[in-house]
């Protein structure tokens, strides 16, 4: 981990950068019970597990002052009649916020809070997101190409993919007779009525 | 300020993002006695003190867990033989780090910690730049076009412009003979020799 000041820049459109120090990839076996169409996934899977996404990441120390960052590379496809997208997550310490700037791709970014409020987010290239303190995030990519995201957090903020894996988001992004659309998750249900 | 996710986008080249919420501007003379030509600078002064930068920022609560977040203007010019700079600054809670995005120009960072230690970093379109915690930091304008960053750092980071005032930057980024120079301030003193 460097302690001096660094740079690095962002290869497009694959979206490599030329530092990082953690590199994450995620097949479609890591989102078992996330996407609608149980038939598409196990088919998906059966066909040789796609990659769904990367993550390169530059690693800091684990507190308040540092600023963990790297970049998102989502592949495009579907699952059925919905987009490729990530497990999402709520940070661990829920108080701490994340800023993404997207640089290439075409995608939405679907949040929400314990409380129950919920936010859909187009990102294309230039657009910067700002997800404030509490809000769970996860990306989907809309698009035929990469969806590529430069993206950082407070150090202390942990990831709870948790919550989300066995609650799922409320709301889904799904192509529905060609076009877009944000629809209720039907397999939602609120943390009370799990109990 | 917005409680919900948010996004903006900047207009390039001009860097102006479509949603901010405070808008500051430095002209010359903010920086007395930060430039080393003092004819050149009392010059300028006199003939209209000129723009030196813009900072476009989107206000967060000042707690630790959110990202004050923005985009930062510098025009081109010089002062003498040393190129248009921001004031500069270490944040008040030394233990926090920034995020720069560089988006249009070129230019360079120069950084110091308290310890002596310093840095000096080229920006330039797409290149990410990371200023770790007690890193004091100055954008300096080495092109001929505006230099636009984005940034980000912690809501709790606050500004020290005091230190860099009355101690300057050791370092200095001037043109010598058509080239570009890193230097020595000569003014520089460190804090105790000021005791």
Chains 1, 2 share one sequence.
Not at 101 to 110: D, E, S, T
Request: some cysteine.
């Amino acid at each position: 981990m460097k302690s001096a000041p660094f740079t690095f820049q962002i290869d497009l459109p694959g979206g490599c950068p030329t530092y990082f120090e953690h590199h994450l990839e995620r097949t479609l076996s890591a989102m078992q019970g996330q996407f609608l169409d149980g038939a598409a996934y196990d088919r998906l899977i059966k066909n040789g597990d796609p990659l769904l996404y990367e993550v390169f990441e530059i690693s800091r120390p684990e507190v308040a002052g540092e600023l963990i960052h790297g970049v998102s590379i989502l592949r495009p496809g579907k699952v059925g009649e919905e987009f490729f997208m990530t497990k999402g997550h709520f940070h661990t310490v829920l108080d701490t916020s994340e800023i993404y700037h997207c640089l290439h791709g075409q995608g939405m970014m679907v949040m929400e809070t314990p409380e129950g409020e919920w936010a859909v987010e187009a990102l294309r290239p230039g657009v910067v997101l700002y997800v404030p303190p509490r809000w769970a995030h996860r990306s989907v990519n809309t698009g035929q190409q990469n969806l590529v995201t430069l993206f950082a957090y407070p150090g202390n903020a942990g990831h709870d993919y948790g919550t989300i894996e066995s609650q799922g988001f409320r709301k889904l992004v799904v192509e529905q007779d060609g076009r877009l659309a944000i629809v209720d998750n039907p397999r939602w249900l609120p943390p009370a009525g799990r109990a």
